[in-house]
């Protein structure tokens, strides 16, 4: 009887231990702030369109409140859009736990990120991820929204995407990031990493970034002449908000002709230079498509019209 009496009691004292509290998430953004997240978010709202895409990638895309409007809106059809300089009274209507930004336009929502601090609202400011911290962010986002398996997914997919194209027949490409002051691509840009996995061979592979982790890198015209002596097959223009030409632009500057049979193809920097892993296998394809593939084996230019210096 004793015994029996024993164990009930230590069934009943298993029985009356509090549940353990669930984890809090800790996240120190790139602004340098630690926040504490209680629970992974239920609604996002997201002013970057590379965070958007990013979550969608994770499968994380249905806790969207909100996304910007640089965000494609085929990808978020029904979810509000809004300015990148929305201010708090639009973003608290949304009733989100967490806003997601980039230091780059922190300045530009000035009070707002103060306002929704002091109203509970979570705002985790991330930098566009380089090549090597895509990992890294991507295990942030999956931490902040309750998906483990997010960075994995990242390794999964790099080496999905790979072309398999020998070294010795790769072609020779540059890419013109910027045209004010003819910027390219760094090495350990999210471009250049694209370019080799499409088949491609990055000819200004000895760039020096603007800044460290930067994207872009300094080139100049007469570098990119000295370099088309050499071979420069394909001349990649991104095209877009960071580099707003198009084709005849490019074909009406005066050194253009210096650039010998290069292919000039202009690509929407969507495709090239926006750190997404929800575009990653479909930015190498087409590249690969304009790069690998002689142009007669398919219907039409992918990224643009391949047209070749006069």
């Not at 509290?21 to 992974?40: F, H, K, M, N």
């Not at 090597?132 to 790099?158: C, F, H, Q, V």
């Not at 370019?195 to 570098?223: C, D, F, K, Q």
Request: glycine fraction near 8%.
């Amino acid at each position: 009887m004793a015994r029996c009496m024993m164990r009930l009691l230590a069934v009943l004292a298993i029985l009356l231990l509090p549940y353990p509290a669930q984890a809090e998430i800790r996240v120190s953004d790139d602004r340098g702030r630690s926040l504490v997240l209680r629970q992974p978010a239920g609604r996002i709202v997201s002013l970057y369109a590379g965070h958007s895409e990013n979550l969608l990638a994770i499968g994380a895309g249905d806790l969207l409140a909100a996304v910007s409007e640089g965000d494609a809106p085929d990808l978020f059809p029904g979810v509000p859009r809004l300015s990148f300089r929305a201010d708090a009274e639009q973003i608290l209507a949304l009733a989100p736990d967490l806003v997601l930004i980039r230091p780059f336009a922190e300045s530009t929502l000035g009070e707002t990120v103060h306002i929704l601090e002091r109203s509970g609202v979570a705002v985790v400011s991330l930098d566009p991820p380089t090549w090597d911290g895509m990992g890294p962010y991507l295990s942030k986002l999956g931490a902040m929204t309750g998906i483990e398996s997010a960075e994995n997914l990242w390794r999964e997919k790099t080496a999905a995407v790979a072309k398999k194209v020998p070294e010795e027949g790769r072609p020779r490409v540059f890419l013109e990031s910027s045209f004010r002051g003819l910027k390219t691509c760094s090495p350990s840009s999210w471009a250049a990493h694209v370019i080799h996995l499409a088949g491609g061979v990055n000819s200004a592979g000895e760039a020096r970034p603007l800044r460290e982790a930067s994207p872009l890198a300094p080139w100049g015209e007469e570098r990119l002449l000295a370099l088309a002596v050499e071979g420069i097959d394909v001349y990649l223009v991104q095209a877009g908000a960071m580099n707003p030409v198009k084709e005849q632009d490019v074909l009406s500057r005066p050194w253009i002709s210096g650039l010998g049979n290069a292919r000039i193809v202009l690509v929407p920097e969507e495709y090239i230079s926006r750190p997404s892993l929800f575009r990653l296998a479909e930015s190498v394809d087409r590249l690969f498509k304009v790069l690998c593939i002689p142009k007669e084996e398919y219907s039409h230019d992918i990224l643009g019209s391949g047209a070749r210096p006069r």
